[in-house]
């Protein structure tokens, strides 16, 4: 009887508060998927580190006849050079793999990577220099390699191709960071629409709650309603945002990008689905205290 | 049933004591009769035996409860032992005369079975049998008062409190409905009333607690009331009540009894309670 009666009391609140019910669905919405947009740009960022860093370089490349590098003194490396270099870099310890890419390998690579290009036409064999590629354990390391080859005799210049991944990265920490302060602002709203939802609603039933308390209604009663209230509008809320966030992803993201660039460094549903949990119980707790402190404060016994 | 021991209520931001020093002791399944002007503390006392109010200072005990030490959590329980009913009836204009009576027993988890009884039981002992499917604003206002009387009662309490319960109604109606209260008092419930309303205090001759300024300052079985600060109307009142009490030889006594003990201290009546 008392869960019926609570349903009906829910039903009834909710159609006679409706404006009220959906601007809070709809900012729990937004706030939930600036959250969530922020939160999977992060795992974005680091599904990507773990797929690059698998594959980021350091590139050591060798002195050759016009190379205009102070370090190189016009001089080509000598086999000698080369050679100590190498040892050198099997050495140590941050390294996983070296190898040596020749001016005629470098050459061929150039073509192939160009070869649509005019550009190609105006490189010959030995503009490009040879270098040795080097794989490291941990591929925040590579000051290491760079302090210790960039003035080696036979050394032109030392480039880490993190530098370029840095600044992605970066690009992809200030979207979470911009998307997250704008979902603390939007929760913040969220949580100050939905205690002024309370007090409307509290306001529209001050007949029915004056009846309950007369007739001695307990306490829980009394504020079930409004607690079930919140609870099914913010939760309509978060399922929408999760939507849209799944939506989102499969539409601009996956088909947009996934065939074309690699599978594996893109995030995909799982990522929603890993996030959706989170999102759910924080927008049900945030719902559930917001009511029981608006209720201790506005429905006396 | 419901005592007052030296009860002083002062409300918050106000200097004057609502109540000051009262002492009343209610029998179980007595009538009571609270009368004075507006102000005098009528709606406090019945407040105050509701725990809507606390007593600033002594005690208050209803229902075997003392409500100053009656914890919050405890006050919803206790109020299903007590019945309301107001001057502004508190219908709920959505609702028909069925869901109103109905809503009292649902809210405190009374099982569906038991409602289906009590509603028509109750409808049809305040008089209202038939009109279950009507909304309140379909009603004349003596019929709201009696559906708000059925949700009183509906559940069948020890005590029933009345704040001006015929003060919107008409002279004839208002008898109505204090006949249908002393009936229900008949039944067992303790019954008070607070009301300036002469004649339905003259017509039924309960014990009247006479109020002013927050002081009992008359406690009389059988009593009369002739409102004192009303006086250009008082004099209809003591007519009206005097035609309806003119067969009855103690009339006269009565009202000679009002102006003895208009004289007396009221501390005297706090010795006379007990």
Redesign the interface.
């Known amino acids: ?2 869960a019926r ?1 609570i349903a009906g009391e829910v039903w009834s609140g909710l159609r006679r508060n409706l404006s009220m019910a959906l601007s809070v669905v709809l900012v729990t919405m937004v706030s939930m998927f600036l959250l969530g947009l922020g939160l999977l740009a992060q795992r974005q960022a680091d599904t990507m580190k773990g797929y690059w860093y698998d594959r980021i370089q350091v590139s050591i490349y060798l002195c050759t006849d016009d190379s205009n590098t102070p370090n190189c003194q016009g001089l080509a490396a000598t086999e000698a050079q080369k050679q100590s270099i190498e040892s050198q870099l099997r050495a140590m310890p941050e390294v996983k793999q070296v190898f040596h890419e020749s001016e005629a390998q470098a050459f061929e690579r150039f073509k192939e990577q160009f070869r649509n290009s005019p550009i190609t036409g105006n490189v010959q064999l030995g503009d490009i220099p040879q270098s040795f590629r080097v794989q490291l354990d941990d591929p925040s390391k590579f000051g290491v390699v760079t302090s210790q080859f960039e003035r080696a005799p036979g050394v032109a210049s030392v480039q880490d191709q993190e530098r370029v991944l840095k600044r992605f990265f970066q690009i992809i920490n200030w979207i979470t960071g911009f998307s997250v302060v704008l979902a603390a602002l939007m929760v913040i709203c969220a949580t100050l629409l939905m205690a002024t939802t309370i007090r409307q609603a509290a306001f529209i039933r001050r ?2 709650i ?10 829980w ?2 504020r079930m309603p409004f607690i079930i209230e919140m609870l099914v509008v913010a939760t309509l809320g978060v399922a929408l945002a999760v939507g849209m966030l799944w939506v989102g992803l499969r539409l601009i993201f996956n088909a947009g990008f996934n065939q074309v660039v690699l599978n594996k460094a893109l995030i995909g549903a799982n990522d929603v689905w890993a996030l959706t949990p989170w999102l759910f119980g924080g927008v049900i707790l945030i719902a559930a205290l917001t009511s029981l402190v608006t209720l201790r404060r506005y429905l006396r ?1 | 049933m419901i005592r007052f021991d030296n009860v002083s209520k002062v409300y918050p931001r106000s200097t004057r004591p609502a109540l000051s020093d009262v002492n009343v002791n209610v029998e179980r399944g007595e009538f009571l009769f609270i009368v004075g002007p507006s102000g005098s503390g009528k709606s406090t006392m019945l407040r105050l035996a509701l725990r809507e109010e606390r007593a600033t200072t002594g005690k208050v005990l209803v229902a075997g409860q003392d409500l100053s030490t009656l914890s919050t959590r405890k006050v919803p329980r206790f109020r299903r032992e007590i019945g309301a009913v107001f001057q502004d009836f508190r219908l709920l204009p959505g609702k028909t005369v069925d869901q109103n009576v109905a809503f009292a027993l649902q809210v405190i988890g009374k099982p569906a079975s038991a409602i289906r009884q009590l509603v028509p039981e109750t409808l049809e002992m305040v008089g209202l049998e038939g009109k279950g499917k009507r909304l309140p604003h379909q009603l004349s206002g003596g019929e709201q008062q009696r559906v708000a009387i059925a949700r009183a009662v509906v559940n069948k309490p020890q005590i029933l409190l009345c704040d001006e319960p015929t003060g919107n109604l008409d002279p004839k109606i208002s008898l109505d409905i204090v006949h249908l209260l002393d009936r229900i008092n008949r039944a067992g419930t303790t019954v008070v009333m607070a009301t300036h309303d002469a004649d339905t205090v003259n017509d039924l001759r309960h014990r009247v607690v006479q109020l002013d300024e927050g002081r009992v300052v008359r406690d009389e079985e059988h009593a009369t009331y002739m409102p004192r600060v009303e006086a250009g109307g008082a004099g209809t009142s003591p007519a009206s009540g005097g035609s309806s009490n003119a067969d009855d030889p103690h009339a006269v006594e009565d009202i000679e009894g009002i102006e003895q003990i208009g004289d007396l201290d009221p501390e005297r009546f706090g010795g006379e309670d007990r």
Not at chain 1, 210 to 219: E, T
């Open positions: 009887m008392k009666f007949r029915e004056g009846i309950m308390r007369l007739v001695g209604a307990s306490n009663t009394i016994v």
